[in-house]
T-cell receptor, first 111, second 113 residues
Framework: AQSVTQLDSQVPVFEEAPVELRCNYS??????LFWYVQYPNQGLQLLLK??????LVKGINGFEAEFNKSQTSFHLRKPSVHISDTAEYFC?????????FGSGTKLNVKP | ETGVTQTPRHLVMGMTNKKSLKCEQH?????MYWYKQSAKKPLELMFV???????ENNSVPSRFSPECPNSSHLFLHLHTLQPEDSALYLC????????????FGPGTRLTVT
């Protein structure tokens, strides 16, 4: 079974600052990687996914993530955050038709 | 409607009640999932249905009973719940196979009193 580690449970950041949310996974075999966002009182929404090809993946709302196979990481980044990015972010790994979610990182964007 | 819908959005029930949560997907997917999301806990996968057959049951207490009458609908029947069952219950759907993302509904906020 896979394990997905999101190292930071909460990340406070000021508006217009850059942010990086970290995600590491356990497996060395081929996996598919995802980032989801959850706004208050809503379900999870897909931000971006990595299946193959370029290791830099661009998603919605200006987010991007970089797949690093040697470090088994898939960190999420945004160069300039907005108040509206305040939400919880989940990293997920798909392996043989199973999904494994991290415990989530709450991003709190302050004015 | 599009995507994945869930009803009701909020539910308060006593420990002796029986209620059902409903999920409907309009995406033509063939796999559906129930998750439990509690405060300060990771997302917990409860049940997986693939092609209308239950393929996974992650040690969920029998007071939760899923039903998948067809590939578009998924129910979670609840009876004699405990206060610790209070949580956000999320339904998701996907196309079966590696690499397909899951699409989530908005969830049902359940409070057991």
């Amino acid at each position: 079974a896979q394990s997905v580690t999101q190292l930071d449970s909460q990340v406070p950041v000021f508006e217009e600052a850059p942010v990086e949310l970290r995600c590491n996974y356990s497996s060395s075999v081929s996996v598919y990687l995802f980032w989801y966002v959850q706004y208050p009182n809503q379900g999870l929404q897909l931000l971006l996914k990595y299946l193959s090809g370029s290791t830099l993946v661009k998603g919605i709302n200006g987010f991007e993530a970089e797949f690093n196979k040697s470090q088994t990481s898939f960190h999420l980044r945004k160069p300039s955050v907005h108040i509206s990015d305040t939400a919880e972010y989940f990293c997920a790994v798909s392996d043989f038709n199973k999904f494994y979610f991290g415990s989530g990182t709450k991003l709190n964007v302050k004015p | 409607e599009t995507g994945v819908t869930q009803t009701p959005r909020h539910l308060v029930m006593g420990m002796t009640n029986k209620k059902s949560l409903k999920c409907e997907q309009h995406l033509g997917h063939n796999a559906m999932y129930w998750y439990k999301q509690s405060a300060k806990k990771p997302l917990e996968l409860m049940f997986v249905y693939s092609l209308e057959e239950r393929v996974e049951n992650n040690s969920v207490p029998s007071r939760f009973s899923p039903e998948c009458p067809n590939s578009s609908h998924l129910f979670l029947h609840l009876h004699t719940l405990q206060p610790e069952d209070s949580a956000l219950y999320l339904c998701a759907s996907s196309q079966e196979g590696r690499g397909y993302e899951q699409y989530f509904g908005p969830g049902t906020r359940l409070t057991v009193t």
